[in-house]
C-alpha cells in the first residue's frame, strides 16, 4: 500500500526483546527520539520504517497499539558494524563534542552505506507519489540523497536529534563530503538549535562549494535546501494528564514513602550514556555529603540509569565506573536503611516516571553535550504545583529555553555543588517564580507545535523543489 507520510528512523517504537525465558516480546523503545515522533505518526496516519532490535529476519509489518510499523532487519555484523560501530562508535561521541573518543574503520563505513541503502530503497517502495518521507538521526545521513535519486518526486525531510558539530570537529571525519551530500538530498534539514544548522550551512559552503545564502543552499542543479533549528518537545498537555492522574498521585506519595520520607529527594534519569554526566553528578552530590553541607537523613539522591547499547565498549565501562562509584558512596556515607544513592539500572514505563518526577524536589540533567534532553521539559511538564528545581547543564539543547533553571557547567565540581545546593535550599516563591515561566515555555512549544513547524516548512520547501522541476 502507498502512504503519504513515511517515516524513516533506524528505530521502531518497539523494541524486540528476547527474556530470560527464551521468549520474545516487545518492549518499548528507549530515548528521545520515540517518544518525539510517535505522536506525530498518530497525528498523520504515517507509517514508520524502522529496525525492531535483534537479528531476526523474516519480521512482517505489523500494527503495534494503532500505529503502521514495517521492520527493517539487520544481520549480527550490520548490527555491529552499522548501529554499534559507526553510528555509536563514530557518529555519536563526534557530534557530541569528543567526549569520548571516535573511531574511524572502513568496514563500518561500508556497512553504514549499504544500511542506509536499505532504508532509502524501503521508504522508496512505501511512498505514494508526491508523498512525505520523513528521515531521522544520526543512523540515516545518506538516506536523503539516496532517496532522492530513487523517487525525484518526493518530498523530503530530514531531522538530526542530536547536536551538530562545529566545522573543526566534524572535519575528521574521513567520509564528510558523502555525509553532508547525503543530507543535502532532503528539501528541509532540520535541527535542535541554530548554532548546528549555521554549522551545517558553513561546511556546506567550505567543503562541497555550494553557494549559500543565509540558512539557504543554493545546488547547481536549481534545487534548494533550507537548514534550520526546529527545537524538539514534548506533548506537555500529556504529561501533565498524567502527572495529575491519581494512580500517579499515589505513586509519587508511595514512592517519597519508600525512600523514608526525607526533606528532599534529588532525581537523575537518563539513558546509560557518558555524554549524560552522571558520574560527575553524583561526585557532587556525594561530596556535598563529607562536607557535611547534606545528610543522608534530610537527602538521597535516586539514579536511574536505563541500559542502553550495552555491547560497545564504551558504554560497558561506564557502568562499571558508576556501580563502582555508587558501591563506594553507599558504603561510605550510608546508614542502614538510608543510602546515599539508590542506584537503579532499568527502564520504566513513563506512568513510573511522572510518580518519580512528581516526587523528586531537585531534577539534576547534567549532559557534557546533549541535543535536547527530553527529560528535563518532562520534568517540567510534570510539576503541577509549580514547585521543585531544576538543575540544567548548560550544554543541553534544553538551556535554551529553560533559562530559569539552575544552569550549570558540568565540568565544574564546584559550580555543580554550589548550584545543587542551592536550589535545595531555594524557597518556595523562589521556586514558583522559575518553575511557573519553564511551565509556560514547554505548554506553548510542545511536540506538536514543533512536528506542525517542520511540516509546515516541509511543504514549502517541498513546493520550491517541484517548481524546479517542471520545464
Ligand atoms: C537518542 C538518539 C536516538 C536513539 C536513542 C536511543 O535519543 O537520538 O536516535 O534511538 O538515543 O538509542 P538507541 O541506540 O538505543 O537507539
Redesign the pocket.
Known amino acids: 500500500m502507498a502512504h503519504d507520510l513515511v517515516i524513516v528512523a533506524?528505530?521502531l517504537p518497539v523494541d524486540r526483546v528476547k527474556g530470560p525465558d527464551g521468549k520474545t516480546t516487545w518492549r518499548r523503545?528507549?530515548?528521545?527520539?520515540?517518544s518525539a515522533i510517535e505522536p506525530v505518526m498518530r497525528a498523520h496516519d504515517g507509517v514508520w520504517v524502522g529496525w525492531p532490535g535483534g537479528t531476526e529476519q523474516r519480521l512482517k509489518p505489523f500494527k503495534d497499539d494503532g500505529l503502521a510499523l514495517v521492520p527493517l532487519s539487520m544481520t549480527a555484523e550490520e548490527i555491529e558494524e552499522h548501529y554499534e560501530g559507526f553510528s555509536?562508535g563514530t557518529l555519536w561521541p563526534l557530534y557530541h563534542d569528543v567526549v569520548a573518543k571516535p573511531e574511524f574503520h572502513r568496514e563500518w563505513w561500508d556497512t553504514y552505506v549499504k544500511v542506509n541503502r536499505r532504508f532509502a530503497e524501503k521508504a522508496a517502495d512505501l511512498a505514494a507519489k508526491g508523498a512525505t518521507v520523513w528521515v531521522h538521526?544520526y543512523?540515516l545521513q545518506l538516506v536523503p540523497q539516496m532517496l532522492r535519486e530513487l523517487r525525484p518526486d518526493l518530498r523530503i525531510g530530514f531531522y538530526l536529534?542530536?547536536p551538530f558539530p562545529p566545522a573543526e570537529l566534524f572535519q575528521q571525519l574521513p567520509w564528510r563530503r558523502q555525509i553532508l551530500e547525503g543530507l543535502l538530498g532532503a528539501d528541509l534539514v532540520g535541527f535542535q538549535l541554530p548554532g548546528a544548522a549555521q554549522n551545517f550551512i558553513r561546511l556546506v559552503r567550505q567543503r562541497v562549494g555550494h553557494k549559500t545564502h543565509r540558512d539557504l543552499v543554493y545546488l547547481p542543479d536549481g534545487r534548494t535546501v533550507r537548514a534550520a533549528a526546529f527545537p524538539i518537545s514534548i506533548d506537555a498537555a500529556g504529561f501533565q494528564e498524567m502527572a495529575e492522574s491519581e494512580a500517579v498521585t499515589e505513586r509519587a506519595a508511595a514512592i517519597r514513602e519508600a525512600l523514608g520520607n526525607p526533606k528532599k529527594i534529588f532525581l537523575g534519569i537518563d539513558?546509560l550514556d557518558y555524554t549524560k554526566g552522571i558520574y560527575a553528578r553524583l561526585r557532587a552530590f556525594g561530596e556535598l555529603i563529607s562536607d557535611g553541607r547534606l545528610t543522608v537523613d534530610d537527602a538521597v539522591f535516586v539514579q536511574v540509569a536505563v541500559p542502553?547499547?550495552e555491547r560497545v565498549e564504551h558504554y560497558r565501562n561506564l557502568r562499571d565506573d558508576i556501580e563502582r562509584l555508587v558501591g563506594r558512596l553507599n558504603g561510605d556515607l550510608g546508614r542502614i536503611g538510608r543510602p546515599a544513592i539508590s542506584y537503579l539500572h532499568t527502564s520504566y514505563p513513563r506512568e513510573e516516571m511522572a510518580a518519580l518526577y512528581r516526587a523528586a524536589d531537585v531534577m539534576v540533567v547534567t549532559p557534557y553535550r546533549d541535543?535536547m534532553n527530553l527529560v528535563a521539559k518532562e520534568y517540567v511538564a510534570c510539576r503541577i504545583h509549580e514547585d521543585g528545581a531544576l538543575v540544567l547543564s548548560e550544554f543541553a539543547g534544553a538551556a535554551d529555553e529553560l533559562r530559569q533553571a539552575w544552569l550549570v557547567n558540568p565540568y565544574d565540581m564546584n559550580g555543580m555543588k554550589a548550584a545543587l545546593l542551592e536550589a535545595y535550599e531555594a524557597e518556595p516563591k523562589e521556586l514558583a517564580r522559575r518553575m511557573k515561566a519553564m511551565r509556560k515555555q514547554i505548554a506553548q512549544h510542545d511536540v506538536k507545535a514543533w512536528a506542525d513547524s517542520f511540516m509546515t516548512e516541509l511543504e514549502d520547501e517541498g513546493n520550491n523543489h517541484r517548481k524546479t522541476l517542471r520545464p
Open positions: 533506524n528505530r523503545s528507549p530515548g528521545g527520539l520515540v555509536n538521526d543512523q536529534h542530536i539513558r542502553s547499547r541535543g
